[in-house]
């Protein structure tokens, strides 16, 4: 059976609010435990007018105090956006307060722009260069203390959350497979490299004491609807996202419209559909059909979905049917 999971970045809709975005969240989060699904990751992104998980470590709590079972984590934490002591204190504290169930999946992208990123970090390309040594730094201050360790993480020493590599091209595949960590590809906006990324990682690799075999889990955007018209209007609040961030402009999570005509360019088209080309949209039956397709394409061990859905008694119904597809996938395998 292939787990499914999902990816939140607590959007903040046209008419919607901070507060209510990240109660929407917690929403979620509580529908996909009921629901089955393994995790509830959320990611950092900063500056964005429609998304509110900026402050993640913050969000995961929240989520996590509302929820018992499903593992929630980071999907991602930016590393060099931060020191790796500082992530290793947050989530130490976080595997303190919820033990069991958190998860840091760590990316190297600034989440943001070019001018917040600079604000962020200050210095780009040595946080960039860094992120391998970063990872192995932030590896080991989560992990048990040794004799000789000079600075020690209070919390997070020997809390050994469990750590993911992210990526959307090769160089975290390389990386992944030669730490021996979980990797997981986020080919619900990036599919150029997907099979190729996938093919390095499992073939480089490396046992390590967290992982003796390759763990891959695949990224889709997913909108299940009782029809397939139904589910293609929701999913045009996605398409209206896309093509505004194409002409960068970042605002709020739009309403779904009748139709997208003129509301983007042939290039802004092209841009979309290709971005998304592994989205998962339509009935329960398309969705199974889409998923079982893409599983079987990308030999995965879990599915990660992100929901982008305007309304929210919309998006909490599509989490239950996707509940159900996994079933009816996991029934149709036994």
């Known amino acids: 059976m292939v787990p499914f999971s999902i990816l939140d970045l607590s959007p903040i809709t046209e008419g919607g609010s901070v507060a209510q975005s990240l109660e929407n969240s917690r929403q979620l989060a509580i529908a996909a435990e009921e629901n089955g699904y393994k995790r509830f990751w959320l990611a950092e992104h900063h500056g964005m007018k429609g998304i509110a998980s900026a ?50 999946g760590l990316g190297r992208a600034p989440g943001t722009d070019t001018r917040t990123a600079q604000a962020l970090r200050r210095n780009m390309e040595a946080s960039a260069n860094n992120f391998p040594n970063d990872v192995v730094e932030l590896r080991a201050l989560l992990g048990p203390v040794t004799e000789d360790q000079k600075i020690i993480a209070v919390p997070g020493a020997d809390s050994n959350v469990p750590i993911w590599l992210l990526g959307s091209s090769h160089f975290s595949a390389h990386l992944a497979g030669m730490l021996g960590l979980p990797f997981a590809f986020a080919s619900h906006f990036a599919p150029d490299m997907l099979l190729s990324a996938l093919e390095i990682y499992r073939e480089r690799f490396t046992p ?89 394409l990308t030999k995965a061990d879990e599915l990660i979905i992100s929901m982008p859905i305007f309304d929210m008694e919309a998006r909490l119904h599509s989490v239950g049917l996707f509940g159900e597809a996994q079933r009816s996938l996991a029934a149709m395998t036994s």
């Not at 996590?64 to 956006?81: E, F, K, Q, Y």
């Not at 004491?209 to 909108?223: A, F, I, S, T, Y």
């Not at 841009?271 to 059909?289: E, K, L, M, N």
């Open 55 to 104: 402050a993640t470590s913050l969000v995961i709590s929240h989520v996590a105090s509302a929820t018992r079972t499903v593992r929630v984590g980071s999907g991602g934490i930016m590393l060099p956006n931060h020191s790796p002591l500082v992530i290793a204190e947050q989530f130490g504290t976080l595997a303190a307060l919820y033990p069991g169930r958190i998860d840091l």
């Open 208 to 296: 390590s004491p967290e992982l003796d075999r390759p763990h891959v889990m695949v990224g889709v955007m997913g909108v299940a609807a009782e029809t397939d018209e139904e589910a293609n209007y929701l999913f045009t609040s996605m398409q209206q996202s896309f093509a505004a961030l194409r002409r960068n402009a970042r605002g709020r999570f739009p309403p779904p419209v009748k139709s997208m005509d003129g509301l983007w360019s042939a290039d802004e088209k092209i841009f979309v559909d290709h971005a998304i080309a592994h989205a998962v949209v339509g009935s329960p039956d398309t969705v199974r059909r889409k998923i079982a397709s893409f599983l079987d």
